[in-house]
């Protein structure tokens, strides 16, 4: 069984960067799609980018398309969310979650690995 451990999350101001780090530990990180959920203080968690085993055509909402670049590095079994330009918005508990499979999908259902949370809090 892969295990997740999020790390990276903190305090930024708007316009800033932060970069989210999901290493993954168990089993063989090999075949898993990973991607990023968020949920913000009273709303419910939301799929934010996902990117399979290939690293090919990640999937990203669209309201962090050209600022949230996903990534992963097989040989580190870790995944990553490099987050620019953010905005309060932005702000919530990020989550990094697994799934077998090649395919990503945006449904958080589908994903039955997760790890215990980074909160990014972006200040006005």
């Known amino acids: 069984q892969v295990q997740l451990v999020e790390s990276g999350g903190g305090l930024v101001q708007a316009g800033g960067s932060l970069r989210l780090s999901c290493a993954a530990s168990?089993?063989?990180?090999?075949?898993?799609?990973m991607a990023w959920f968020r949920q913000a203080p009273g709303k419910e968690r939301r799929f934010v980018a996902a990117i399979n085993w290939s690293g090919v055509n990640p999937d990203y909402r669209d309201s962090v398309k050209g600022r949230f670049t996903i990534s992963r590095d097989n040989a580190k079994n870790t995944v990553y969310l490099r987050m620019n330009s953010l905005k309060p918005e932005d702000t919530a508990v990020y989550y990094c979650?697994?799934?077998?499979?090649?395919?990503?999908?945006?449904?958080?259902?589908?994903?039955?690995?997760w790890g215990q949370g980074t909160q990014v809090t972006v200040s006005s």
């Open positions: 979650a697994a799934k077998a499979g090649m395919v990503p999908t945006t449904t958080q259902n589908e994903y039955d690995i």
């Open positions: 168990g089993r063989t990180f090999s075949g898993y799609t």
